[in-house]
């Protein structure tokens, strides 16, 4: 992590100081409750709080520095600030300072699902030969995404960093400080749809994380990514495109998987090796295993060592998630949900091997536009809902399917939200049965979850 004296951190970030310029800090944090006294506070204006309104009692607790923006109308306290014009573009030139400085490789990872859970996949299986630093949960967006880089050890051989996009023009901002080596892009399908208005945009501002790519970089892609092939080109990337899935036209290429307890086993068609065996369930995590193995292999690790970091792989919360309650299993993948997400995850939970009732309960997915109420129904095309035993569906947008269900005469049970569906999924959850749980995270399952669990 940064290691820099505030009149250093003044220079870097055209700031101005009030206080000791010589008072050293390790580390930056803008959450309050996560600071430690030697870190600096970075303060952000939301939509309810003003983080500059916690600067006072964190200085009470003798933290030594925060950045302070000149526009805010609060009064200044008492203590070391830096003060510019804007703390967010503070924070994103000390990243890429900090960054710059640092002799290591960077694996950048980006998508419209799967980006946490290739980026812990990939980050497991380096670490057998490398030390190894990543993003932490989910902190992949303009804010999440300097802090990262800030608090990274500066001892470090790789960084496996997760970027997320929600606008246009934030990749733009993300690549500028994080310059990776090596980029993923896992997937591409309508998220936040809202924003970018078509997926062709989708495609161009996610292959922009390649627009600081060397001539040694290389970008891995599913096969399955629209557009993105001819994107690469456009971005005279051809040579150093690396293609992996289900298709024998990849340059990695599943032949066979299948899934046992919990881990997913498949084998490779162009390597000599069988089968690897990643802990995560579903064909999906093979996939995303995929560029793990391409990038490992282009970085002198053997087989072995692959097979034994798919099987150490600890997957960031609320991703296919396997948890107990009581005496009944659930599956919580409950984090994020788009179309494309939650077919590949119905899928897997069709597949799963288990003797009990399986359940699901599935919250909208936001963030779709006009076509939210089309692809809400589509879904009900695309998966066998008949072959589950109990199917539960919350909020206004799952209403549609709830509807296309009905036409396919296939029972299901709608609720507006968690609160009134939760005697239903309490009924639902026992020791016969096997429950699965997705939605956007913005429809709070984690608090359904946490309801059952108390």
Partial sequence: MINYSLSEICE???????????????????DSRLMKDNMIFAPFKGEKMDGHQF???????????????????????????????????????????YRESLAIKIVGVTGSSGKTSTKDIIASVLAQKYKVYKTK????????????????????????????????????????MVRPD?????????????????????????????????KE??????????????????????????????DN??????????????FTYFTVKQIDYSPFKVAALGKHMALNSLAAIAIATKMGLSYSQID?????????NRRMQLKQIKDSTIIDDSYNSNPSSLVASLSTFLNYSSNNRKVVVLGDMLELAENSALMHREIADKIDFSQFDSIILIGQQM???????????IESKWFMDWQSSLSEVKKQVNKESVTFFKSSNSMRFNELINALED
């Fill in 12 to 30: 870097i970030v055209d700031g101005k100081l009030i206080g000791d310029g010589s008072v050293v800090v390790n580390g930056m944090q803008y």
């Fill in 55 to 97: 600067v006072k009692p964190l200085f009470e607790k003798n933290i030594k520095a925060s950045f302070w923006q000149s526009d805010c109308p609060l009064e200044k306290p008492q203590g070391n600030l830096i003060v510019v014009d804007n703390v967010l573009e503070a924070i994103a030139k000390l990243a890429k300072f």
């Fill in 137 to 176: 949960g989910n902190h992949n967006n303009i804010i999440g995404v300097p802090t990262t880089l800030i608090n990274m050890d500066n001892d470090i051989d790789v960084a496996v960093i997760e970027m997320g996009i929600d606008d246009i023009g934030i990749m733009d901002k993300l690549v500028d």
């Fill in 182 to 214: 090596y980029t993923v892009i896992t997937s591409i399908a309508p998220a936040h749809i809202q924003q970018f208005k078509t997926i062709d945009k989708i495609v161009q501002q996610k292959c922009l994380i390649n627009k600081h790519l060397s």
């Fill in 217 to 246: 970089g290389i970008c891995f892609y599913n096969h399955d990514c629209y557009g993105v092939k001819n994107q690469l080109i456009k971005m005279n990337l051809e040579n150093q495109m690396f293609v992996y899935g289900f």
């Fill in 249 to 262: 036209d990849c340059d990695l290429t599943i032949s066979n998987c299948y899934m046992s307890d919990k």
């Fill in 308 to 316: 034994q970091g798919l099987q150490q792989v600890s997957i960031t």
């Fill in 399 to 409: 209403k549609n399917l709830y509807e296309r269900l009905q036409q396919k005469n």
